[in-house]
């Protein structure tokens, strides 16, 4: 099922590619960049990015406008959507980052994409997984969790774990994960 998207009506607003000055506008602004990200991310699955993809995506690149977004404001935008929690900075220069749709704990507890619910549903309690297994096996085609990157729902498990409802555990294979 192909799900479609709508930009909103601002990507084709030129002073929504930059940075307003006013600090009330600048408040709308990043709170409308943000949720643009999130829902860009969460529809192409997308959760580990560069700054440097980021600029050249459709996200931050309109091509009609013949407008990039400086790479200065996208790392205003990431560091907003880091202060909601919705990013983690994966390196000290702040040019690679993991988006979370939701805080981590969340993520694994309530999100579509929740692990828990999937192993709720499926009756997968005390089963062990690879987070390979988890994110591509044959078992999870369908759920919302199938075909991310293993970072994302790493986050994820870390927050179960905290709560002794899962433990992460090494594999021959790398990571795993026991449910409980």
Request: glycine share 4%; charged share 25%; proline share 3%.
């Amino acid at each position: 099922m192909a799900v479609s998207f709508k930009w909103p009506w601002q990507d084709c607003f030129p002073t929504f590619l930059t940075l307003q000055p006013n600090v009330d506008t600048r408040v709308k602004q990043l709170a409308a960049w943000c949720s643009l990200v999130l829902s860009i991310c969460r529809l192409h699955k997308q959760y580990s990015v560069t700054v440097m993809e980021a600029q050249e995506s459709l996200l931050f690149n309109n091509v009609k406008l013949q407008w990039k977004l400086p790479v200065e404001s996208i790392q205003i935008i990431v560091e907003e959507l880091r202060k909601k929690g919705n990013v983690e900075w994966l390196d000290k220069n702040k040019s690679s980052f993991l988006i979370m749709c939701q805080e981590a704990r969340r993520m694994g507890e309530t999100h579509p994409m929740g692990v828990t619910q999937w192993v709720s549903r499926s009756g997968q309690n005390n089963s062990v997984f690879t987070l390979y297994e988890l994110t591509n096996g044959e078992d999870t085609e369908g759920e919302e969790l199938h075909g991310l990157d293993e970072t994302t729902p790493l986050r994820a498990l870390r927050a179960r774990q905290q709560e002794n409802k899962a433990e992460i555990i090494s594999i021959s294979d790398g990571q795993g994960v026991k449910f409980f």
